[in-house]
């Protein structure tokens, strides 16, 4: 079975500075999706940023950035000059592509931005 | 973007009695939706996968009697939460996906309050 882990229950980080919130993940597939989701307090999910498995190439999304290293099952999620409205709980979640599997979430990241 | 829609965002129910919660894809066919429950500081833990035209298919530990899925058409599925206990108080989310496409689109939450 697929699994996430996110290694980092809660994460602080200055108003301004980049901070990295990690994610590895377990599966035996080679074609998959990978996502950031945030939710902030309203619950809402929004979608930060994704990567497809068979593109090397790291995603990127304004301050958003991803370090995907496939071989190490790895995933991470970098932002950069970050903002109070970056607060939120933070959801590394696997995608089986082409089938109508079910997101896989880890536990998520609480991240804490100080003014 | 892609838009799905949660209603309601927030009930008050008695003890006993049903709720209904619906969830659409506004501006796509949704081949496949899923529910999840979130409790506070949790991650989303999937309750059931629903295919359009088809029965839904419920994670271990989830009672199919007490939580209705109905997939109708492409673009609406129900959850309706059977004799509710104050147990069952949650916030309930649903995502929508077509088998082509990804990522997962989710709507904005039922917080459910069963006095």
């Known amino acids: 079975a697929q699994t996430v882990t996110q290694s980092q229950p809660e994460m602080s980080v200055q108003e301004a500075e980049t901070v990295t919130l990690s994610c590895t993940y377990d599966?035996?597939?080679?074609?998959?999706?990978l996502f950031w989701y945030k939710q902030p307090p309203s619950r809402q999910m929004i979608l930060v940023i994704r990567q497809e498995a068979y593109k090397q190439q790291n995603a990127t999304e304004n301050r958003f950035s991803v370090n995907f290293q496939k071989a190490a099952k790895s995933f991470s999620l970098k932002i950069s000059d970050s903002q109070l409205g970056d607060a939120a709980m933070y959801f590394c979640a696997w995608f089986r592509k082409g089938g109508s599997e079910k997101l896989v979430f880890g536990k998520g990241t609480k991240l804490t931005v100080n003014p | 973007g892609a838009v799905v829609s949660q209603h309601p965002s927030w009930v008050i129910c008695k003890s006993g009695t049903s709720v209904k919660i619906e969830c659409r894809s506004l501006d796509f066919q949704a081949t496949t939706m899923f529910w999840y429950r979130q409790f506070p500081k949790q991650s989303l833990m999937l309750m059931a996968t629903?295919?359009?035209?088809?029965?839904?298919?419920?994670e271990q530990g989830v009672e199919k009697d007490k939580f209705l899925i109905n997939h109708a058409s492409l673009t609406l599925s129900t959850l309706t939460v059977t004799s509710a206990h104050p147990e069952d108080s949650s916030f309930y989310i649903c995502s929508a996906g077509h088998w082509r496409n990804s990522p997962l689109h989710f709507g904005n939450g039922t917080r459910l309050t069963v006095t």
């Open positions: 599966t035996s597939e080679s074609d998959y999706y």
């Open positions: 629903s295919n359009e035209g088809s029965k839904a298919t419920y």
